[in-house]
Each structure stands twice: as structure tokens, then as C-alpha cells.
DNA sequence: ATGGTCGAATATCGA
């Protein structure tokens, strides 16, 4: 089973790029994140025509996130825990194939002396609050999307530059730790220690040419997962095409179920 | 050097 992840930046805008890397691809499940758009306009009949049922949960203009699957998506799940319904759409849980498949799209902060990032943190310990009740005993979980965090030292183009800084505060990193501390392990981790292999790089500056970027967008995986994990990718090649988000696509490729 | 580039919406905000 192949499970991808990629922060789009509008899936409108981006429609042809995700049709084509899913054609190339061709991942079992694919969870989006800012798609930017409401339900009634998702771009869902492209999908289909691709083999690819989806499921979102979208807004107008910002956030929005979304999961697209070749099998069958079941129990769906729509938001964390106490979120009401002008709440950010941030949250959709899907279970397929036996597992379940979660697509976050955590908030950005903008910066750690803004009350934004007070947000982001009270944000992620909602999200291990809704996480603690869908991990039951030896659960199969994928905890993929944006978390707008770089987990550690190796994850960011400049220790120098990002130390204390945003995506990169300790406060960001002990709300990171807390939710794998639920027992989620990630991904690309089990296969690569290397630095420098980056999931995202702003438009602003040149930041992709010289190779100034973060690895941000992450598959957090549950023991029960992580012993099937074969490789995990993440495909440089998305951000060199035209019109490209600023994020790349992360895919795992899991064993068969014991 | 406090910029720069996108997307949504059409002046600016969010990233």
C-alpha cells in the first residue's frame, strides 16, 4: 500500500500537476492539504475519472484538507474533537483498507511572538487529544500532512537561521514529541538519516535553487505501520515543473498486513 | 537590505 502526502497550495490551481503525479505515482491514497476550496467545489469528478474516490473538508480560500483513495474511504471522520462549525478545516480521518488514514494541515503560526502561534500549539495538543481516541490498542494509523514543523537539526537549511525562529522553536518541537510520544514513529526516518532532504521551499529569494528549505511535510506512522514501512519518498522532481507548490509530495510504501 | 513570490480575490492577507 502506497500512501502519499502533499500541500498542494490550491487544488484548483494545481489540478493538473496532482492529476499527473498521480498518474506517475499512482499511490494507493493521496492526502491533500490547502486545497483552498469548499466542498461543492472540489474538483472531485477528475478524480474519479482517475480511479480516485475523495473525501474533504474545505473552506473558502484558506486551509482545507482533503484525501483521495482508490479503495473504498470509511468511518470519515470531519475535524478534531471540539471543533464546531466555523472552525478551520484542518482535520479528515478516513479509514481504508484497514487503515487509518489522517490528512492535517496544521496551522502555520506566523510568527512565535504572535498570538498566531500561541494558536498553532493549543492546535496541536487538540489534535493529540483527537488522536489519543483514534489510536486504540496496535491501531494501523498514517498521520500524514504540513505540520509546519522541522522535527530537528538535519530538517532545516540553517540551524543558525531557524533556532528559536518559527517551524523550528522548542515550544513546536516538545508539541511534535508529545504527539509521538502516542507511539507514532516518522516515516522517513526509519529509512533516511540524512539532512538536507526538504519538503518545502518558499517562492520568495530563489529558496529552491539554493536549496533553502524545511522538511515540514511528514508521514507519522504507529508501531503497528512502521514495521511495514519499505521506503518512504519524497519527489524533488514536483518542485522543478511548472507552476509547482511550494511543498513536494511524501509517500510511504507499506508490506502487506501480517 | 525588513525585500522576495505565489493563490485567492481584486486590496490585501496568508503563507
Known amino acids: 500500500m502506497k500512501i502519499a502526502t ?4 490550491s487544488v484548483r490551481a494545481r489540478l493538473e500537476r496532482v492529476l499527473e503525479w498521480l498518474r506517475e505515482h499512482q499511490p494507493d491514497v493521496l492526502c491533500l492539504q490547502e486545497t483552498k476550496v469548499v466542498d461543492d467545489a472540489f474538483p472531485t469528478e477528475e478524480f474519479l475519472r482517475l480511479g480516485y474516490a475523495v473525501a474533504m473538508s474545505g473552506q473558502k480560500t ?3 484538507v482533503a484525501i483521495a483513495s482508490r479503495l473504498p474511504l470509511q468511518q470519515l471522520r470531519v475535524g478534531l474533537d471540539d471543533d464546531t462549525a466555523t472552525s478551520e478545516r484542518r482535520y479528515l480521518a478516513a479509514t481504508i483498507d484497514g487503515v487509518r488514514v489522517v490528512s492535517v494541515y496544521v496551522p502555520n503560526g506566523k510568527d512565535v511572538e504572535l498570538p498566531a502561534f500561541r494558536d498553532k500549539l493549543a492546535w496541536l495538543a487538540r489534535l493529540r487529544q483527537t488522536l489519543g481516541r483514534e ?6 494509523l498514517a ?4 505540520f509546519n514543523i522541522a522535527p530537528d537539526e538535519r530538517d532545516v537549511y540553517s540551524v543558525e537561521a531557524l533556532r528559536g525562529k518559527l517551524h523550528f522553536h522548542p515550544e513546536e518541537h516538545r508539541a511534535l514529541q508529545a504527539l509521538q510520544a502516542l507511539g507514532l514513529r516518522d516515516a522517513f526516518r526509519l529509512h533516511d538519516p540524512a539532512g538536507e532532504r526538504f519538503s518545502w521551499w518558499d517562492y520568495r529569494g530563489g529558496a529552491f535553487q539554493r536549496n533553502q528549505g524545511l522538511r515540514i511535510d511528514l508521514i507519522l506512522l504507529s508501531d503497528a505501520l512502521a514495521r511495514r514501512s519499505r521506503r518512504c519518498t519524497m519527489d524533488v522532481a514536483a518542485r522543478t ?3 509547482p507548490s511550494d511543498h513536494i509530495p511524501v509517500m510511504v510504501e507499506l508490506g502487506p498486513s501480517p
Request: with cysteine.
Open 6 to 9: 502533499w500541500n498542494v497550495n
Open 135 to 140: 489510536l486504540s490498542e496496535g491501531a494501523a
Open 241 to 243: 515543473k511548472d507552476k
Open 62 to 64: 484558506y486551509n482545507g
Open 143 to 146: 498521520l500524514c500532512g504540513d
